[in-house]
């Protein structure tokens, strides 16, 4: 039975009510299981819809009080900056949906960063080669989280927690 049920069973047992289909107070056990379903229901409705008011409230906040918010240059701005975010947000997404954490993806595109920046001040190398380069350092960091979570058994979030 769900759980949903289960209280309302129990009170009607409670009221000496007998579970068999001939009962006359079945249906207004149902109706009170549909009744809760129906308020469950509402309630989520109103849980998502809080955030989406927020926002909106915030977007209505900052088109009254910041000037040129709504313009093409702060879109382009806001999408520039939430490109990284967002590509390794689609990232950590298809972790987390196969069971694993990874608790070093900041830190390991910091430390990417800052090494090809250190590598291209240095030598003044070539974009491309800094690319190749940034895939390989990540790919070496991966493929150690890799080896200890698979080969040595280490819970994902140890693992990743080691690597910060």
Do not use: Y
């Amino acid at each position: 039975m769900d759980n949903g049920l289960l209280p309302i069973v129990h009170r009607a047992l409670e009221r000496g009510v007998s579970m068999s289909s001939n009962n006359a107070t079945l249906p207004s056990i149902a109706e009170e299981f549909a009744q809760r379903i129906a308020d469950e229901q509402r309630h989520n409705r109103i849980v998502q819809l809080v955030p989406r008011l927020m926002l909106l409230a915030f977007l209505v906040l900052a088109s009254l009080f910041v000037t040129g918010f709504f313009s093409v240059t702060n879109g382009i701005n806001l999408l520039n900056q939430a490109a990284i975010p967002l590509i390794l947000a689609t990232g950590i997404t298809n972790v987390i949906i196969l069971g694993g954490i990874d608790l070093s993806m900041g830190n390991m595109m910091t430390m990417i960063a800052v090494a090809s920046s250190v590598i291209h001040f240095n030598t003044g190398e070539n974009a491309l080669v800094l690319v190749f380069f940034c895939l390989a350092l990540g790919a070496l960091s991966g493929g150690i989280n890799g080896f200890l979570i698979s080969r040595l058994g280490l819970l994902p979030f140890v693992a990743t927690l080691a690597m910060l």
